[in-house]
Structure formats: C-alpha cells, structure tokens
C-alpha cells in the first residue's frame, strides 16, 4: 500500500518479507567495527537494531505503471520452495500475491517481469506450484531476464565463469525451480546492457554482485529513479562504498559497480531504490568526501 509518483509513473511497493537478517558481521565481507562505529548512529533504526546488532531488512517488489504498461521489478523469493543453502528463505507462505491485490494488481494484469539478477530472492515469485508443477505466475507477462545470469547460473551449462561456492551453495534448485519454467514456457526475454523496456525506462549492466545484474532506471518529466537490486543491500554501503555482500560473486567488479552508481546517483539527484531497504524503501545520495552519504525520505 506504499507508493511514490516518478513523473508520469506511478510506483507501487509490494511487499514479501521483513525482519533481521544478519549481523553485519556476517553480512559484509571485510567487515571493520571500528568503521562502523563512525556513522552506525546516523542509521536509522528501520535498518538496523543496535540492541540486537542486526540489519533490518525487507524483501519486496516494485509495480511501475507507465501508461498502459504494468511492470513488476524482482519477485522475491516465492513460497513453498525447498531452499537448503538458505532456509530463512525456503518454504515460505507469505501473502505476496494478496499485498500485489491489494494494490489493485492481480497476477494476469503483470506485462513485463524484470529480474534484476537470478539470485533466490529476486526471482522466487516467477513461478508458483500448481498440481506439483512450477509455473509461471504472471501468465501474460514477458520476463526480461540478464542473458549474462541466465548462462552463469545455470547448472546445465559447464563452460564459461560459473558461480562461486557460495553462490552455488546458496541458489541451490533456484534455476530449476524459478528460471527454467519461464525458459520452457517461452515466456523469457534475454535481455543485456541498454535495453530499452519502454519510453523512459532502461535496463543497464553493472556486474559484480552477479555478472548480468541489471538497474532499472526510470526518467518521467524531469525525475529520476534509479531500482538498483543488490548493488547495495543496506545503508553502510552508502557510508563505505566498499564493503561487498558475501553474496557477492565478483568483489573488485561489486565495488565499482557500487561506486559508478552512487556517484551517478549524487550527480542526477536520482531516487535510489535497493532491493532490501526498510524505513522509506528508498534514499537519496550526497557526495561527501571520498565517499557518500545517504538522505532518507521520509517512510512512503
Ligand atoms: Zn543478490
């Protein structure tokens, strides 16, 4: 029931999932306390609970309305699926398809799924169980998938750059249960850097936390919004730019694809939006120093 307005397009947050998720400690890889410290108390406590030392987090999609067009960024990470590298994630029941209803969207109303990367949490909403079966969720909706991840992930496939150990580990049965059903009901649309979904609205590659991860970037009668999926996971990573998720596959590639995007962001005054921000669900960016800092809008 959350919404913000990017000129002529109406955005709508939908929600899957919030809670704490981790420590910092196990969720940044070069993780420095003493850093931290610098500028915890100038995180809002939406994102992270020093009483617990955990980083808030949501999942959550986002339905752009652009004309006729009804887009949905990233799907979550679904219900009912067997999720052994992560449980926190696996056989979830969460009233996602109810929170889309509540907005005024029904499944059959979704034209163009846009997976920013093929992780288990931005993609589980692809495909839903129906007579044992996984099957596409959104019936008449194209899905725009990263070539690039479409190959990297895929298990089936064994040349090229695979997925880290980790990776690997933690998108156990993703592909099979999430992706391939889209690949075999010729719903998907490979997509890579550029790619123009509609008037104002463009898809580009910033590798790193995947080799195929894609911002969506909208630009409506002068405004700008930038959904930059896990490019940045929390906060911090506005603070210290260099901090990687462990979840990222590529650290040096990550960290510049993090830079590239906050100083894009601080230079067009573009509306950032994460994939896994509580609080406002979005923030501004300012320069500051070597690095930046967040503005936080006030909870839509
Ligand atoms: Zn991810």
């Given amino acids: 029931m959350l919404s913000f307005t990017n000129g002529d397009f109406k955005v709508y947050n939908i929600e899957e999932w919030q809670g704490e998720f981790a420590s910092p400690?196990?969720?940044?890889?070069?993780?420095?306390?003493?850093?931290?410290?610098?500028?915890?108390?100038?995180?809002?406590?939406?994102?992270?609970?020093?009483?617990?030392?955990s980083l808030y987090a949501f999942l959550q999609s986002w339905v752009v309305r652009a004309?006729?067009?009804?887009?949905?960024?990233?799907?979550?990470?679904?219900?009912?699926?067997?999720?052994?590298?992560?449980?926190?994630?696996?056989?979830?029941?969460?009233?996602?398809?109810?929170?889309?209803a509540a907005d005024g969207f029904e499944p059959d109303d979704i034209d163009i799924v846009i997976c920013s990367h093929l992780h288990i949490d931005h993609v589980g909403w692809n495909t839903q169980l129906q007579d044992g079966q996984w099957v596409p969720t959104f019936a008449n909706a194209r899905y725009l998938l990263p070539r690039i991840d479409r190959s990297y992930w895929d298990p089936g496939i064994t040349d090229g750059p695979r997925p880290s150990p980790t990776g690997a580990q933690v998108n156990a049965n993703v592909f099979e249960d999430s992706v391939q059903p889209i690949?075999?009901?010729?719903?998907?649309?490979?997509v890579d850097d550029g790619h123009i979904v509609a008037p104002g609205i463009t898809l580009t590659l910033h590798p790193g936390h995947t080799p195929g991860h894609l911002v969506m970037h909208l630009e409506s009668a002068g405004e700008q919004a930038m959904f930059v999926g896990d490019?940045?996971?929390?906060?911090?990573?506005?603070?210290?730019p260099d901090w990687n998720s462990v979840y990222c596959e590529d650290p040096a590639a990550a960290r510049s694809s993090r830079r590239q995007i906050l100083a894009r962001?601080?230079?067009?005054?573009?509306?950032?939006?994460?994939?896994?921000?509580?609080?406002?669900?979005?923030?501004?960016?300012?320069?500051h120093g070597e690095g930046f800092r967040p503005r936080f809008g006030n909870p839509i």
Avoid at 37 to 48: D, K, L, R, S
């Fill in 265 to 287: 962001a601080a230079k067009t005054g573009a509306r950032v939006v994460p994939a896994h921000f509580g609080g406002a669900h979005f923030a501004w960016v300012e320069e």
């Fill in 183 to 190: 690949l075999d009901a010729g719903q998907a649309q490979l």
């Fill in 25 to 53: 400690e196990q969720l940044f890889a070069g993780f420095d306390p003493r850093e931290f410290a610098h500028f915890a108390a100038q995180i809002p406590h939406a994102y992270y609970r020093p009483e617990t030392n």
């Fill in 67 to 100: 004309g006729d067009l009804t887009i949905l960024y990233d799907t979550g990470a679904g219900n009912h699926k067997d999720r052994p590298g992560i449980p926190v994630f696996g056989g979830l029941d969460t009233p996602f398809l109810a929170n889309l």
């Fill in 231 to 240: 490019i940045l996971h929390h906060p911090a990573q506005i603070f210290q």
